[in-house]
């Protein structure tokens, strides 16, 4: 899925990308966290949204990259939560 500004709404006068979201369905979006977080690449934290894990991040442009997988654990979960729930 791509997203981007709508028409109508305010203009920016950043980077290329800003205001612009490209969002990939992946096997295992906790997979890619704990791969970024090794390499020091900075991302968000991951969270339940949609019935899936969403982890993103951004690039020097300003475009914000989504990677998104499948889970059954509740709305809303943050990944530190879970993660302490599951004795990790």
Known sequence: ?????????????GKPGEGISICFMCEDALELYQEFTSRKIKVSEPFVGNGMWVISTQDPDGYRFEFESFTDVPEETMYAD???????
């Open 1 to 13: 899925m791509l997203q981007e500004f709508r028409k109508d709404a305010p203009v920016f006068e």
């Open 82 to 88: 879970w993660k302490d729930s599951q004795g990790l």
